[in-house]
């Protein structure tokens, strides 16, 4: 469902109309009664997406103050559609990288491309594909928070008629005249997601999203990403709460201490790290017998016993291995559980390291 | 056509300020000023003065007041926006830093003139139909010289916004400001003055004319020239029965005047945006 706003060619009256890609709408002005007809464009589709063009690219980027390297030559590309989990813990550089992507905060050296565009020599030009969302979220507390993102629609030259949309998208349509000085913690946060949002723009930097929002404020803004994912939108989102990062994102990049430790696909880097799925099996009685058919299993890293209960860490492909032989060692199987290792684990590795 | 990114940004100053009411406040402030001044600020006569009177009796306050006023409404303005965050999203957008120093200085440029123009003129009306005697033209000058100077100290504060690292050093800097040109600078240059001429012959009334010269590098010294050389009560000193008109030296004049304050304004404007250029937000 894609919605759009179109004016109506006699009164100049804008009008909203959703409907799917490609599907012709035909339409009355409520103004002045002039009939239409109105095609949604098609998105864009997979084959025009170059999946090899980096929407952002950053190289060598360094960042010092006084003596201490806050960001230290770190490079990575985010590519056209995809979602870049950007991790780390804090004070780790996440958002001196960010600022620096979008040059408030003036880089030693490196350079960071937008879309192909300097955005130290042609910030102007390249921002305007950004949305952004900072870490520490802020408006104009003395305004509306539809006064506010009206403000924010007419620098970016969007259709200031979306604003009202978006306020009602992230449940903020009944705060009316409240001034957003007034405004919870949650709906500020909401209200940022919404900002970042406006005039659809093809890249989304988001720093630590969901920080200080309850579980359905989480839920709102990682549904409102995959959406955003879905319409071609190249999302960069950072955190340093993972559970919530590796479900969403294509690739991650892991920085520590200012240094980019890792960058790659969630499962690489499972498998680099060889990190191994870990099943847990109940029986209704354990013998001795299917300890040792199970340790003798090749693949089997390790098999911890606790009362009733097996606990085997093992090649993927070799789950469904285990359970036969516990059953043909005459094991009554209770229970089973299995816990794929998370990128929790992944990233205490690179940032213990 | 699409309006300009400063243009908005401006509009945002001047909603915020209407919101906040500081524009109706600082207005009414003015008004009753004035009125209060004009009704019971002569020591001469009862009742209202006509509005030269008006402008010579309340200059020294004028004087003092524009650039508190100014400052309060400009020191915070970049660093305020930095502090709470909201610098941040602002930049992000397709703006560059001199689009929003400029849209900034405009908007709150706008609420100044707006307060005073509203504040004065108001109350210049009420005298107006109370005395006999309506010099307009006058009190017009007044005004447009009184926003200029103002002007002035917005731009100062503008820079000392993008000065300090914190909201509450730069309201330091804005009181100290305040007070160097109010207080420090009048006292250093008449030291001077009497330093170099001595004090007996500055009894009898011969100032050098390279004072009113090194007077001109103070923009209040700079305001009341105008003001002195443009409003006819000001210009004139009560001696005995007669009055006698101060001359002022040949280089004196309002298009020296005009565009010493022009230089003033813009020069603290690009120092603001030279220093807001380099931050990290």
């Known amino acids: 469902m894609v919605t759009q706003f179109v004016k109506c060619p006699t009164c100049k009256t804008t009008i909203t109309i959703s409907g799917e890609p490609g599907e012709k ?58 979602i870049f989990g950007f991790l780390g813990p804090n004070g780790a550089g996440k958002t001196t990288t960010i600022k620096s992507m979008l040059d408030l905060i003036h880089a030693n050296t490196g350079t960071i491309k937008i879309n192909g565009i300097d955005v130290r020599l042609h910030g102007k030009e390249a921002k305007k594909y950004v949305g952004y969302m900072p870490e520490k979220v802020a408006f104009y507390d003395n305004l509306t928070a539809l006064q506010n993102l009206r403000f924010y629609a007419e620098i970016k030259h969007a259709p200031t008629e979306e604003c009202i949309h978006l306020i009602e998208e992230f449940g903020l349509g009944d705060t009316g005249k409240k001034r957003v000085g007034k405004f919870s ?90 990190l191994k799925p870990q099943i847990i099996v109940t029986l209704d009685r354990m013998t001795s017998t299917i300890e040792n058919e199970v340790k003798k299993l090749p693949g089997v890293e390790t098999v911890k016993i606790q009362g009733n209960t097996l606990e085997i860490l093992c090649d993927g492909a070799m789950k469904a291995k285990v359970i036969v032989a516990i059953s043909s060692a005459g094991g009554n199987i209770v229970n089973i559980q299995t816990k794929e290792p998370s990128l929790e684990e992944v990233f205490m590795r690179y940032t213990e390291a | 056509m699409r309006t300009n990114v400063f243009f908005s940004i401006a509009k945002k100053e001047i909603m915020d300020n209407i919101r906040n009411k500081w524009i109706i406040i600082v207005s009414v402030m003015f008004a009753l000023l004035t009125l209060v001044v004009s009704y019971f600020g002569s020591i001469f006569s009862h009742g209202w003065q006509d509005l030269g009177g008006t402008i010579a009796a309340m200059m020294t306050f004028v004087e003092y007041l524009i650039p508190i006023i100014a400052l309060m409404l400009g020191y915070a303005t970049i660093i305020g926006e930095i502090e709470r965050g909201s610098m941040s999203s602002l930049l992000s957008l397709s703006v560059t830093r001199f689009e929003i120093t400029l849209g900034k200085y405009l908007g709150l440029a706008a609420v100044l003139a707006f307060t005073i123009l509203v504040g004065f003129g108001v109350a210049g009306l009420v005298i107006a139909a109370n005395v006999t005697n309506v010099n307009y033209i006058e009190y017009l000058i007044f005004i447009g010289a009184t926003i200029i100077y103002g002007l002035i100290f917005l731009s100062i504060s503008l820079f000392f916004s993008t000065l300090f690292k914190k909201r509450s050093s730069a309201i330091g800097g804005a009181v100290l400001i305040w007070f160097s040109f109010l207080f420090i600078i009048p006292i250093v240059f008449t030291g001077v003055l009497v330093a170099s001429i001595g004090l007996d012959k500055l009894m009898v009334g011969s100032v050098p004319n390279w004072y009113y010269g090194l007077e001109l590098f103070n923009p209040v010294s700079v305001y009341s020239y105008v003001i002195s050389l443009n409003v006819v009560p000001l210009n004139q000193i009560a001696q005995q029965n007669s009055t006698v008109t101060i001359t002022y030296p040949s280089f004196i004049s309002n298009w020296l005047l005009l565009l010493i304050l022009i230089i003033w304004i813009t020069a603290f404007f690009f120092l603001a945006y030279w220093r807001f250029n380099k931050k990290d937000i």
Do not use: W
């Open chain 1, 25 to 82: 709408i035909f339409l009355t002005c409520p103004q002045c009664n002039q009939k239409g007809a109105f095609t949604i464009p098609e998105e864009k589709s997979a084959k025009t997406i170059g999946t090899n063009s980096a929407t952002i690219e950053v190289n060598g980027l360094t960042k010092s103050y006084n003596h201490f390297k806050a960001v230290n030559n770190v490079s990575f590309t985010v590519n056209k559609g995809e």
């Open chain 1, 185 to 274: 913690k949650g709906m500020i946060q909401r209200l940022g997601m919404a900002r970042a949002i406006i005039g659809n723009p093809p890249i989304l930097i988001l720093d630590e999203p969901s920080g200080g929002l309850d579980p359905r404020g989480v839920i709102l803004i990682r549904d409102k990403i995959l959406e955003m994912k879905k319409k071609g939108t190249t999302i960069f989102v950072s955190s340093h709460i993972l559970s919530e990062i590796q479900e969403i994102c294509d690739r991650v990049g892991i920085i520590n201490k200012g240094v980019l430790v890792a960058q790659d696909t969630v499962a690489e880097l499972r498998k680099k790290l060889n």
